[in-house]
């Protein structure tokens, strides 16, 4: 399976982006997508997830109720909606595709290139 990630870019506090991640290849292996983010100084972090297959989706403490994930079957793409964005969100964010643990970074297999979130004023 193959991710490109897109739609960073830099906003200002409160402002709103969209991350899309296309995929290609086998996925019809692949359980479920989820979408990282790693901060300078910092390990890379869950922030959200979801069943490629059915509703369920997955949010960090730091992030529900501003994020939302969602997935376009027909499309092969995984989008994150960031909304009233801070500071400390600024961070490349990676999205990934696993069959297993939905949260541990090492439990997916495939991982996108990354697309860096800048939040400042």
């Known amino acids: 399976v193959q991710l490109q990630a897109s739609g960073g870019g830099w906003v200002q506090p409160g402002g709103s982006l969209r991350l899309s991640c296309a995929a290609s290849?086998?996925?019809?292996?692949?359980?479920?997508f989820g979408w990282f983010r790693q901060a300078p100084g910092k390990e890379r972090e869950f922030v959200a997830a979801?069943?490629?297959?059915?509703?369920?989706?997955y949010y960090a403490n730091s992030v529900r109720g501003r994020f939302n994930i969602a997935r376009n079957n027909a499309k092969n793409t995984v989008y994150l909606q960031l909304n009233s964005l801070k500071p400390e969100d600024t961070a490349v964010y990676y999205c990934?595709?696993?069959?297993?643990?939905?949260?541990?970074?090492?439990?997916?297999?495939?991982w996108g290139q990354g697309t860096l979130v800048t939040v400042s004023s």
């Open positions: 990934a595709a696993g069959t297993r643990d939905i949260y541990a970074v090492s439990e997916y297999d495939f």
């Open positions: 290849g086998r996925t019809d292996s692949v359980y479920h």
């Open positions: 979801v069943r490629w297959r059915g509703s369920p989706t």
